[in-house]
């Protein structure tokens, strides 16, 4: 049995009932207080960062692809941008 005072317990199961009820509403409206506390207004809103997520992966994609070609491989780093380079990759690709 619950009771908001010490001395006092309810008898009843109405009385249980009621009180329990109280209980889980003050909870709730506990609940709710807090959670309209934790809202905030975000800085960095969600479609920026889709679009600042898909330029760094654009990014590294470039970047890998000039790390693979240049580097690893024997082609100058700047031909990856070319479009004639991966005409002669698909080419090879499809052979």
């Known amino acids: 049995m619950m009771a908001t005072d ?6 009843s199961r109405r009385a249980v009932k009621q009180q329990k009820n109280s209980v889980k509403r003050e909870q709730r409206q506990a609940k709710k207080r807090k959670s309209e506390q934790k809202m905030r207004k975000r800085i960095f809103p969600l479609w920026l960062r889709i679009i600042v997520v898909l330029a760094l992966a654009f990014g590294a994609l470039i970047a890998g692809a ?3 070609y240049g580097i690893i491989g024997d082609g100058e780093p700047k031909d990856v941008i ?3 380079t991966w005409k002669h990759i698909i080419n090879i690709v499809k052979g």
């Open 82 to 84: 070319n479009v004639d």
């Open 6 to 11: 010490r001395n006092h317990k309810p008898t």
């Open 66 to 68: 000039m790390i693979g």
